[in-house]
């Protein structure tokens, strides 16, 4: 089922998520719903307060150089947490929660992060580049934390001014 998803400004995204203790079919079935989300969305991440839910569940599904998203590559986060990270690299950054702007954000190249399967098994993974920045950005929204929020304030000021130049022209 696809979810609705939020959108700035709406302030449920700068909630904080809490962990995740129960790991039964109802989070299943929350996860599969998230996947058909993002994929009809044409998104490479989502995180789960995107589509209205507090706990700490996020998935990633990076394109293949085809340009295809394969369900085989998924990956299903919950309680992620960062344990590594080095490197920089800016990314230029978008988001379903904040849609149609774009814009370069620094972040660290490489990450370890720890983190639970939908069965709450323990995983690690190893993750550089594009994986790596699209992890960070849904980590981000576990934690309250919007992309446009880490701009620097001149970029900030020009989201801000289209933000309100979009919402003018929608009346």
Do not use: W
Request: hydrophobic share 40%; glycine share 4%.
């Amino acid at each position: 089922m696809v979810l609705d998803i939020l959108h700035y400004p709406n302030p449920i995204l700068k909630k904080r998520s809490r962990d995740v203790d129960l790991f039964n079919e109802e989070l299943h079935q929350f996860l599969d719903d998230m996947y058909d989300t993002m994929i009809a969305k044409d998104g490479v991440g989502l995180a789960a307060i995107q589509v209205g839910r507090d706990i700490r569940a996020l998935l990633v599904n990076i394109p293949r150089e085809d340009k295809q998203q394969y369900k085989e590559d998924l990956l299903e986060m919950i309680n992620p947490e960062i344990i590594h990270k080095e490197g920089e690299i800016f990314f230029s950054e978008g988001c379903l929660s904040v849609p149609n702007f774009y814009e370069d954000v620094l972040r660290f190249e490489e990450l370890e992060v720890r983190y639970q399967d939908r069965f709450g098994n323990p995983q690690t993974l190893q993750a550089q580049g594009y994986l790596a920045v699209a992890i960070q950005h849904e980590i981000d929204h576990l934690n309250g934390v919007l992309f446009v929020d880490r701009l620097s304030i001149i970029k900030r000021k020009k989201f801000e001014k289209e933000f309100k130049k979009i919402q003018k022209s929608k009346r």
